[in-house]
């Protein structure tokens, strides 16, 4: 594809900071596949040969091991270290990587799971002449979720977008950001007659864009912006019903872009001339005039509707996503994988549900029953160990008589016998005892690190 | 014959299988005015038949079994059309008549009186132009009312989007639809100048909202029989827009709802307003209405046949076309008429019995029966009623109306949009209310002094000023004018979209217009209070609690109050003085004009701040009117001698460097006061320190 993909994989993963205190959030394993994994895969998949994948800089090497060594990834990735002490937006990472950008690009979030089609997505930004074209999904609905760590951790942030029939974006604001009234103004309702308003969606963080909004990214007026969705997205959104003489100081950039386009029309040939004359392609400026009312800046919005599409920024969502890709990893193009690995042994007297997930190097001791969770690798697991709707990364240790349900248990650690966990987060190189419900357990003296 | 009479025998039907539809055919305002004042508008033709034909047939055919017509003014008429043209129907047709409703409200509680409603049944006005099948929205309605159950009334919509011909400003309207029901959740129409403000809950309370204002309301209503009882218990629903606000409003306490249907395929409209009486008969006869047309079978009657050609021309029998006529596009004539040679007619409708002279240009006339149009007439986008004399070489220009047997004397010019009428008021003519008439001597625009009349008085119909808050709707929705003063209104939304498009960041989703509108409306109700006061003779202290409670109306800053307090209170000398000769303005701003709101202008103007205001205030006035800057040593000189503004204040103002050309002439123009000022103040030191 003429895209060049970026791939933001730089997030600290604020929004769950329990799982990710002791791993970075690209590596999160979502179906024993790091998180990272799957936008890879999806670029893969979709006929990408290269990405440039923007990580922080202390994460760099887990990073680049993990996914070179363990994945077998076959793109070619470019990484890109930001500093990690500056706290830097993911807009600030693209202006950072703005003059390595050649082409018209592709950022996508490194927490997004999807099996849409990038090349619809492509070519509606085509066909468009977009601006900027972005994913949109149906928020989850977890209000029936179970969570560990309590119901606090339940909340999902909402947004609330306007489209036109033609799926145009017109709006897109924040549920928290909105007023007590939307206004439209009678030009705004005159242009766009009928607005589709959908609350309760979820902005993918995929982006097809123009080069030319990177130098617009680079401006002094979004100087103090430092995010892509928060601020930059809601600004193009605006930006487009601006009047076209007010605009034009500060669309110098985007005027540019025109300009070589029409320069390079003007050394063609009379042949060429009239094929452009008699084009319907949007790039000629004068014959979709009517259509798009002139507008220079057009942003555009796909709304997921069958396939997939989860985002991995909360721990609800983790937990989400976990469950269901251990039933949905052949939408991502994984199809040969069986769900337990071969090496693993299962004693007879124990059962691993055909809704679980395990990989290898993992041992189940006797009549145990694991019921639709995903246990990570060289993870022992004792006997008679009930484990139900749980995620267990890495060489974790699950000693005999233990009864998990609705539990996150994260690498490395060791879990005593008899333990019963009902919608606990154990953190990682932890070591538990007793009874627990709706807990977060962590270490202490880390917590006091992160403190 | 008079209409079969089914009272009493009901019974003898299955209820619920009767079909009943409600025809309100009176409607209550005068936009047809004058020509509405002797025969009621669903009378008038259309493409020469009555629109009352349309909509009963449209009834008709769609399988309606019993339609009830309510009928206030000209009843008599009404009844006796209905009976000529309806006894013999399929339909049964009645007429209601009362004499004293004033509104569609009125209207339905006196029909639920009567009780003649049994079922679900079909809401409509008397003046549709429809081919929508009924059948089918009817049973759609029913079968979300057993699913539902709260459902009480399904509204129709036709898609029209913006700049479609049959949109009029008067039916603009917004509504918002969850999708997954249809059920109409907000509702509003959309009042000019204003954006529309949409209540943020409706998002969080139905995920999914469709926006529309790409839709023409048909006023096609299927409504369940709880409708009217409705009515009947709230006396404040006087339409059918009230009806809706009431039920979305109290929908949680009602647990009502109300549904919209919207059509793409089919034609609905309604005859609203000259404007849409223009576009209705275009589309009739080109045809979008089948098989409403002129030639079907369905509307025309046996004395009348009509013939339909290529470019859509229809003619009744005994058309008598001379040699050398052209009818281009979209014609009907009626029966009996005479076209004259060389005469060029195109998108227009002739009655029967006319007599077109030669060489006429007629381009969208709609004229009516026994019309006489006189050679070299050039008539445009004009309405002309039966009877009407247009004598030779009269020009008859966009929008005008032309009532009964009005005539128009020889090479005449009429303004656009004249309405004329041949009788004066007489004293029951109720039907227009507080219309003001007056004579017509000579013609309007040519020099020679002809009379527009030679038989009698044409009489001018002006809808009267203070007739309620429509005229202003009105003058901006007259026939013909309306597509520039559209645009105008467009351009300048546009204007005031992006001002302050520096510092866009902050802009959020065009909040920064609303608040200038928000001031000119405020100083625009401060006028209206100020001048309401001189009328009423309005204490003081009664006008500042006005203005007070019109500054949290419209949430204005105290700063803000100052300067826009001041404009008002200026605005109404100038305004006087405006149309004075030059010598007299200096005189005429005297101390009296002014004591009136002195009072109000000291509670507003105290400290030095605002004193400073209010300067600021007078000095961007005079940028705006040339009048003030005459006067305007004049004034502050005044507002110095009444203490409204101190010395310090005035000098301090003085003393500001400005680069702005109007501010530099204020303050040349103030010198010799300032000068004076300090001159004063040197005395008066003086006089201490002696």
New interface residues.
């Given amino acids: 594809m003429e895209f060049q993909a970026i791939i933001m994989a730089a997030g600290r993963g604020s929004r769950m900071s329990d799982l990710t205190s002791c791993m970075p959030k690209a590596l999160l394993p979502v179906a024993n596949r790091p998180l990272v994994w799957y936008p890879v895969n999806m670029l893969e998949t979709s006929g990408f040969s290269e990405a440039t994948i923007v990580v922080c800089e202390t994460d760099l090497q887990s990073i680049l091991k993990t996914l070179e060594q363990i994945c077998d990834v076959k793109i070619k990735l470019h990484f890109v270290s930001i500093p990690y002490e500056e706290d830097w937006g993911t807009l600030d990472s693209l202006r950072h990587i703005a003059d390595q950008i050649k082409s018209d690009l592709l950022v996508v979030s490194c927490d997004l799971i999807c099996s849409v089609q990038l090349h619809q997505m492509a070519d509606l930004h085509r066909t468009r002449d977009a601006a900027l074209t972005m994913l949109l999904a149906p928020s989850p609905d977890v209000s029936e979720a179970s969570v560990p760590g309590g119901k606090a951790n339940r909340k999902v942030e909402h947004d ?1 977008v ?1 489209l036109s029939p033609d799926n145009r974006l017109l ?1 897109i ?1 924040s ?1 928290a950001d ?13 242009k ?9 969606v979820m902005d993918a963080h995929l982006y097809f864009m123009k080069r030319s909004l990177l130098d617009h990214a680079c401006d002094g ?2 100087s103090t ?1 430092t995010t892509i969705k928060g ?1 930059f997205i809601p ?1 193009l959104v ?2 487009q ?3 076209r003489h ?2 034009k100081d500060q669309d110098q950039s985007l005027n540019m872009t025109a300009d070589v386009r029409q320069d390079g029309g003007e050394n063609e040939d009379g042949f060429s001339r009239l094929v452009q004359e008699y084009s319907t392609h949007p790039n000629d400026s004068a014959s979709m005039r009517d259509c798009f009312h002139g507008d220079r800046m057009k942003c555009y919005a796909i709304m997921v509707k069958d396939e997939l599409c989860v985002r991995v920024n909360t721990l609800v969502s983790y937990c989400e996503a976990n469950r269901q890709m251990a039933k949905e990893l052949a939408r991502v193009g994984v199809l040969d994988e069986p769900l337990v690995a071969p090496s693993v042994q299962i004693p007879s007297k124990s059962t691993v549900g055909a809704d679980s997930l395990m990989a290898e190097g993992s041992s189940v001791g006797e009549r145990s029953g694991i019921k639709r969770s995903v246990i990570g690798k060289h993870c022992v697991i004792g006997d008679h160990v009930k484990i139900t709707n749980c995620i267990i990364m890495n060489h974790v240790t699950i000693e005999e008589g233990s009864t998990l349900s609705g539990t996150v248990v994260c690498s490395e650690a060791r879990l005593g016998a008899k333990c019963e966990l009902k919608d606990c987060l154990v953190t990682g190189g932890q070591s538990v005892i007793g009874k627990s419900t709706n807990e977060v357990i962590v270490n202490l003296e880390q917590l006091m690190e992160v403190e | 014959m008079p209409p079969k009479k089914k009272q009493g025998n009901q019974g003898d039907f299955k209820q619920e299988d009767v079909l009943q539809a409600i025809v309100i055919a009176d409607s209550f305002n005068t936009r047809f005015a004058p020509i509405t004042s002797n025969k009621p508008r669903c009378l008038l033709p259309l493409a020469n038949v009555p629109v009352i034909d349309y909509t009963l047939e449209f009834l008709n055919s769609a399988g309606i079994q019993e339609t009830f017509i309510f009928v206030c003014s000209h009843a008599d008429q009404v009844k006796a059309h209905i009976a000529k043209r309806w006894s013999q129907s399929e339909m049964d047709v009645q007429v209601l008549v009362s004499e004293d409703c004033l509104s569609a409200g009125d209207a339905l509680r006196d029909i639920d009186a009567k009780s003649v409603i049994h079922s679900d049944f079909v809401l409509i006005n008397g003046d549709l132009v429809s081919n929508v099948k009924l059948i089918p929205l009817i049973e759609q309605h029913k079968a979300q009312r057993l699913k539902e159950k709260t459902p009480v009334m399904t509204m129709l919509y036709r898609k029209a989007p913006p700049g479609h011909r049959t949109r009029c400003k008067e039916d603009d309207l917004v509504i918002a639809v969850q999708p997954s029901n249809a059920q109409l959740l907000f509702h509003q129409r959309a009042s000019q100048g204003n954006a529309l403000q949409l209540p943020v809950e409706l998002l969080l309370d139905h995920v999914d909202v469709e926006l529309h204002y790409d839709l023409l309301d048909c006023h096609i209503s299927i409504c369940s029989p709880h409708v009217l009882p409705l009515f009947t218990d709230e006396f404040d629903f006087l339409t059918r827009d009230h009806f809706v606000k009431g039920i979305l409003v109290n929908e949680e306490i009602l647990g009502h709802t109300i549904h919209v249907k919207i059509i793409e395929e089919e034609y609905a409209a309604r005859v609203s307003n000259l404007q849409m009486y223009d576009a209705i008969s275009q589309d009739i006869l080109s045809r979008w209405t089948y098989p409403f047309t002129p030639d079907g079978a369905l509307l025309s009657t046996s004395d009348s046949k009509c013939s339909h050609s290529r470019h859509n021309i229809y003619l009744q029998e005994d058309v008598t076309l001379a040699r050398g006529c052209t009818l281009e596009e979209n014609v009907a004539i009626g029966q009996g008429t005479v076209i004259g040679s060389k005469s060029r007619i195109s998108h227009s409708v002739i009655g029967s019995n006319c007599s077109i002279g030669n060489n006429v240009r007629l381009e969208n006339a709609y004229i009516l029966n026994n019309v006489t149009v006189g050679d070299d007439c050039v008539i445009t986008t004009s309405l002309l009623d039966d009877g009407v004399k247009v004598m030779a070489g009269v020009k008859v220009h966009s929008g005008c109306v032309l009532a009964k047997k009005v005539v128009i004397g020889n090479n005449s010019t009429l303004r656009p949009a004249t309405r004329l009428m041949a009788e004066a008021p007489t004293d029951d003519f109720d039907d227009t209310p507080g219309a003001i008439f007056y004579f017509i001597f000579h013609s309007l625009i040519t020099a020679e002094p002809l009379f527009v009349c030679d038989l009698g008085a044409a009489y001018e119909y002006k809808e009267s000023a203070d007739d309620d808050e429509e005229v202003e709707d009105l003058s901006a929705d007259l026939w013909g004018l309306r597509l520039e003063s559209d645009e105008d209104a467009g351009d300048d939304w546009e204007a005031s979209d992006y001002e302050g498009d520096s510092d866009d960041m902050n802009d959020d989703f065009g909040r920064n217009s609303p608040e200038a509108t928000e001031s000119d409306m405020f100083l625009e109700e401060v006028i209206g209070t100020l001048e309401r006061g001189i009328a009423e003779n309005i204490s003081t202290e009664n006008i500042v609690l006005e203005v007070n409670s019109l500054k949290h109306a419209y949430g204005i800053q105290i700063k803000e109050v100052n300067m826009l307090v001041t404009q008002g209170v200026l605005d109404l000398p100038l305004k006087d003085m405006e149309d004075m000769p030059p010598q007299q303005r200096r005189v005429s701003l005297s101390y009296a004009n002014f004591k009136k709101f002195l009072p109000l202008l000291r509670n507003y103007i105290k400290n030095a701040e605002s004193q400073l205001n209010c300067l600021l205030s007078i000095e961007d006035l005079c940028s705006k009117k040339s009048v003030l800057m005459q006067v305007f040593m004049k004034l502050i000189h005044m507002l110095y001698e009444t203490e409204v503004l101190a010395e310090e204040v005035i000098t301090t103002w003085y003393n500001t460097k400005t680069e702005d050309a109007n501010g530099l002439k204020c303050r040349k123009e103030i010198g010799p006061f300032v000068k004076w000022l300090q001159e004063a103040e040197e005395e008066s030191d003086e006089d201490e320190s002696d």
């Fill in positions: 609330v306007g709006f604001s549920e909105l007023e007590q009234t939307l206004t439209f103004k009678h030009s705004f309702l005159k766009f007659p009928m607005v589709r308003l959908k609350n309760r007026a979004l912006s601020e600004h605006r930006r019903f601006r009047r007010c605009a």
